[in-house]
């Protein structure tokens, strides 16, 4: 996991920060903080500061850390990030951060891995201690606490001291853990849409057709996944796609693709559309040597839509290069990617692909269903 690494790497500075606070303390009340999106509610000491990470010091999605100022050189901090799950349990989860704690000095657990129900936030959770040496530091006590909840939200939250305050600190940070009160359906909805909004798409420039003869599967086949008979479409539309299938592997030529058996996706892969137009039009031009060339010109959008039609994501006028030739080239390709950027959350969606012809005006779009699913096999 991200975090764990970076976490780690950070705690000097925090405890610079710590140290180097000027506080004045007077009586100690408990506060509530109440996130701004409505997301979680959680009770801290008012001796205790909250910061937000955002940009390269956020490691989940939603990542609050929760500081004590200490007037020595002792420190404590409670850590709140809440992902969609990385593992499939909880027990899974803390082994993870076993394997990662053994990289550091001493490290030493101090109990076996518990799970309680209803533990954190009406989730079962399970926990670790253990306790390590850093370089430089005091040692450390840390309390690692994992949930899944049914719809999908996984809650890690660290509690670390230095040793020579953990037994006076652990009452504190129980409460504060025990006080988070969270929306989660309210907070899938937001890591969904979060993951949607991060998607990047990356359409390559579409080469001229070479002279040779290309592969084009026969219209007698069997095709699967979308590829259509070209008579019947042709019928209906004079741009239209005589080919759009998913394939496994970007595509080296017109007719050259490998096809995907189905439309199963896991969290995270790329989905690649290859997509033979028909029907385009051609600008004409002459060059230098008023010799006349043809250039062909295509504009692509996208939407993606969740099983009621909410469209969760679009983007408009990605530019696909144009295209000159001395001839007038009908293998033509379209290698269309979307990239997600953020793994998908598992379920089912509607990709909408529009075409534009530059050169007539037309357009013609394509409707692909997909399903994100933690196991898929292409």
Not at 83 to 92: I, K, Q
Not at 211 to 233: A, F, H, L, Y
Request: proline share 5%.
């Amino acid at each position: 996991m991200k975090f764990k690494i970076i976490f780690f790497a950070s705690v000097l500075s925090f405890m610079f920060y710590l140290a180097n606070t000027s506080l004045s303390y007077g009586q100690v009340t408990w506060n509530t903080f109440e996130e701004k999106r409505g997301l979680f509610s959680i009770q801290l000491p008012s001796n205790w500061n909250l910061t937000e990470m955002k940009g390269d010091q956020a490691f989940a999605p939603i990542d609050y850390m929760f500081q004590y100022n200490s007037q020595d050189n002792s420190f404590a901090w409670v850590e709140l990030m809440i992902s969609e799950p990385l593992y499939t349990n909880t027990r899974a989860a803390l082994d993870s951060y076993i394997s990662e704690y053994q990289q550091f000095d001493d490290f030493n657990q101090l109990l076996p891995i518990e799970c309680n129900i209803n533990a954190l936030d009406n989730s079962t959770a399970c926990f670790l201690l253990s306790s390590q040496q850093l370089e430089g530091e005091l040692k450390r006590n840390v309390l690692n606490m994992v949930s899944i909840s049914p719809n999908g939200v996984q809650t890690d939250i660290v509690f670390i001291t230095s040793s020579n305050v953990f037994n006076q600190l652990l009452p504190v940070g129980e409460f504060i853990i025990k006080s988070l009160n969270m929306n989660t359906s309210k907070i899938s909805q937001e890591l969904k849409e979060e993951a949607i909004e991060n998607l990047q798409v990356e359409i390559p420039a579409i080469p001229p057709a070479k002279d040779t003869v290309s592969s084009t599967p026969s219209k007698s086949e069997n095709i699967p996944n979308g590829i259509m008979n070209s008579t019947s479409r042709q019928q209906q539309e004079t741009f239209f796609p005589e080919v759009e299938t998913f394939v496994t592997s970007m595509s080296q030529g017109f007719g050259i693709y490998n096809v995907r058996t189905n439309n199963l996706f896991a969290p995270g892969e790329d989905i690649l559309l290859y997509i033979e137009p028909k029907g385009f039009s051609y600008e004409t031009m002459t060059d230098n040597s008023n010799k006349t060339l043809y250039s062909i010109n295509f504009d692509a959008d996208f939407t993606i839509s969740d099983t009621n039609g909410n469209i969760l994501t679009e983007q408009k006028g990605i530019s696909v290069n144009n295209i000159t030739s001395h001839h007038q080239n009908k293998e033509i390709f379209i290698p269309f990617t979307i990239t997600q950027t953020s793994p998908f959350p598992p379920g089912n969606y509607t990709i909408t692909y529009t075409i534009h012809d530059e050169n007539s005006g037309n357009t013609f779009t394509i409707d692909k269903e997909i399903v994100i699913t933690e196991s898929q096999t292409a």
